[in-house]
């Protein structure tokens, strides 16, 4: 089983107090039944207290949490580094996260491990285009966007989009979204959106289903940024 799925079956269980059946938990966590049957055995015989059975469901016991996550020196500078990249992105919003992360990572190692954590340096870096903030909240809350979108000659169009994800480059972040003008998928470099608005009425209950039709064209056109 994969530790990182492992890590989502157990906070997926937490989240939802309710009896999941394992139908319901492979469509959220994109696995087969037979693999969410074999992981929730696994997790079972690894003393996870995880009550059910197949055809009725399945639920985690009350007062369960995970011990605490132990770092090797190296693992805590490839987060450390990967946090400090995060500038790159112009997202304001989630340079300050990661700079939150990053003191509680120091705080919680031992004061022999915290020299030298300190040494990827934090360049704010100025946005350009539209805060990307405001675009994973309309992602998170499934909201319709009205942008006005300036294409590689110049030529500008606005559009009516149904956010889906937001892919972060080395040199641009890019929107992927539903576009309704084209009717199809398209991905937009966030320092080419001009005007960004939020104008009312969403997608409420189809963000799932349009996120993963959004990764299978994806992976089809390996990520093109053409409007």
Not at 45 to 53: R, Y
Not at 67 to 73: A, D
Not at 175 to 198: M, Y
Request: proline fraction near 5%; aromatic fraction near 6%; include cysteine.
């Amino acid at each position: 089983m994969k530790p990182i799925r492992m890590l989502e079956l157990i906070a997926l269980f937490r989240a939802h107090r309710r009896a999941m059946t394992a139908a319901e938990i492979a469509e959220r966590l994109g696995a087969s039944r037979r693999t969410i049957y074999r992981d929730i055995a696994s997790l079972q015989a690894m003393g996870v207290p995880i009550d059910g059975a197949a055809g009725l469901g399945y639920v985690l016991r009350p007062g369960f949490d995970l011990p605490p996550l132990n770092f090797t020196p190296d693992e805590i500078e490839a987060i450390i580094v990967g946090l400090a990249l995060l500038p790159r992105t112009g997202d304001r919003g989630l340079v300050a996260a990661a700079q939150s992360v990053a003191a509680k990572i120091e705080a919680a190692q031992p004061a022999r491990k915290r020299a030298g954590l300190g040494a990827s340096g934090w360049h704010d870096m100025p946005s350009a285009g539209t805060e990307p903030a405001l675009l994973r909240r309309a992602i998170r809350e499934e909201r319709r966007l009205a942008i006005a979108y300036r294409d590689a000659v110049g030529q500008v169009t606005h559009r009516s989009v149904l956010p889906v994800a937001l892919i972060y480059y080395v040199d641009a972040v890019v929107l992927g979204a539903w576009c309704e003008l084209r009717e199809d998928f398209r991905h937009f470099r966030l320092d080419r959106i001009e005007d960004c608005v939020l104008p009312g009425g969403g997608f409420a209950g189809r963000g799932e289903a349009l996120r993963a039709r959004w990764r299978a064209s994806f992976a089809r056109d390996a990520g093109g940024t053409g409007a």
